[in-house]
């Protein structure tokens, strides 16, 4: 992505006030919604949105028709003229139909975590491949929305025949080229997909395992990779700066192997994104061992959700514990060794049976240890052949 592009989105976004909206449906949850509330402001901020409020509703079941009440709707509608809110995100991710009506009700830009990670996606994305694939994931989201406008115009057409008919035709045009759109990219993606997999064929078939870190965004594993190669990849605080996978070759006197650092985990990151990464997300299904990157350094609750968000993608990718090595990072952070240890003990009860490391990417602290861990494991494994591992094309849902 050109330099002045980049800087153009960001001088945009950093104008724009943005409201939070989260339907909460279990009355019972006073811990949860608050953790992805924070993670959702977390999001919106590193997309260059200022948010100025937020609201939560609890309800049994989400409103079909704007996923929170009406009435709801109306006081968000007052707070949005008011304050002068030009953006509201939703947790929750939208339907097509809640998608417009909120839209025509509010008057303002209406977006989901969907989106909004997609707009992230879009900021960081610097190569072909990742771009092939966020294009996948917009389109795969505006099918649906354009098939409904196509609809409505349709039956408005249909009612009062006049001007209004005449919008369905190029709403047709446009969901035709959007499924033409489609097809081209997921074959592109699955012709990209096939050359993948005989190219890490190769590389195992000469004695290359691959190892790959994988995390939540933010859980230092760029900073791991380059603390282990050598290498300066880019870091820092904003998520998803990883979109695709690094490969460097460690070239140990022992075990030689691959190391991969690959595009990080959010809580509740919608199936579709997953499918449409599958390019990326293959070098971790097919790795010969998983480096769990965890910050250690996160509040105690806060890290516990991250962990089983990671965890729930990972097994969803068909990898059990006999592949993972768990590594709690950034442990620079943490002066207090009880704090450090009751952490430990929290993880080790989540991921059983699984060996765990602490290291610091930063300082150093025992990465060679990690290397040798790997070794040993690479060592016990027996490298199967690609076509035994069975793809899981949609992860966790």
């Keep these: 992505m050109p330099l002045n592009f980049k800087s153009n989105v960001s001088v945009r976004k950093l104008v724009l006030k943005a409201w939070l909206c989260y339907l909460r449906e279990n009355p019972h949850d006073h811990v949860l919604y608050k953790l992805k509330m924070r993670e959702l402001e977390a999001l919106s901020s590193a997309s260059g949105y200022k948010v100025v409020g937020s609201t939560l509703q609890t309800r049994s079941k989400p409103h079909p028709a704007y996923l929170i009440g009406s009435g709801k709707v109306e006081e968000l509608r007052k707070q949005v003229g008011e304050l002068g809110v030009q953006v509201v995100i939703f947790y929750n991710i939208l339907s097509s139909k809640q998608h417009y009506n909120l839209t025509k009700k509010l008057m303002c830009k209406v977006i989901d975590r969907y989106d909004l990670t997609l707009e992230i996606f879009e900021q960081n994305s610097t190569d072909e491949l990742s771009k092939l694939q966020i294009a996948l994931a917009r389109v795969l989201k505006e099918i649906p929305r354009v098939k409904l406008l196509a609809s409505l115009y349709y039956r408005s057409g249909r009612e009062h025949p006049g001007p209004m008919s005449l919008g369905e035709y190029s709403y047709h045009r446009t969901l035709a080229n959007l499924m033409k759109k489609r097809s081209s990219l997921e074959t592109e993606v699955e012709r990209r997909r096939s050359a993948k997999i005989l190219q890490l064929g190769k590389r195992r078939s000469l004695g290359f395992p691959s190892v790959c870190i994988a995390g939540y965004y933010n859980a230092g594993k760029t900073s791991l990779f380059n603390a282990l190669t050598g290498l300066g990849k880019p870091v820092g605080p904003r998520p998803f700066?990883?979109?695709?996978?690094?490969?460097?070759?460690?070239?140990?006197?022992?075990?030689?192997?691959?190391?991969v650092d690959t595009i990080g985990f959010v809580v509740d990151l919608d199936p579709r994104l997953i499918a449409s990464f599958s390019l990326t997300l293959d070098d971790l299904r097919y790795s010969d061992l998983v480096l769990f990157s965890v910050d250690v350094s996160d509040p105690e609750d806060l890290m516990l959700?991250?962990?089983?968000?990671?965890?729930?993608?990972?097994?969803g990718l068909g990898i059990g514990n006999d592949r993972l090595i768990?590594?709690?990072?950034?442990?620079?952070?943490?002066?207090?060794?009880?704090?450090?240890?009751?952490?430990?003990?929290?993880?080790s009860r989540v991921i059983r049976d699984a060996p765990q490391i602490v290291v610091s990417a930063k300082s150093g602290y025992n990465l060679y240890e990690l290397v040798e861990l790997i070794e040993r494991r690479l060592s016990a494994l027996s490298l199967t052949d690609l076509s035994t591992k069975t793809p899981v094309e949609q992860g966790p849902s």
């Excluded at 700066?241 to 190391?259: M, V």
């Excluded at 959700?305 to 097994?315: G, K, M, P, Y």
């Design 241 to 259: 700066t990883t979109l695709s996978s690094k490969y460097f070759l460690i070239p140990r006197n022992g075990t030689k192997f691959f190391l």
């Design 305 to 315: 959700l991250r962990v089983n968000t990671c965890l729930e993608f990972i097994r």
């Design 326 to 347: 768990v590594v709690l990072n950034k442990s620079d952070l943490i002066r207090d060794a009880g704090e450090l240890s009751r952490k430990s003990e929290l993880v």
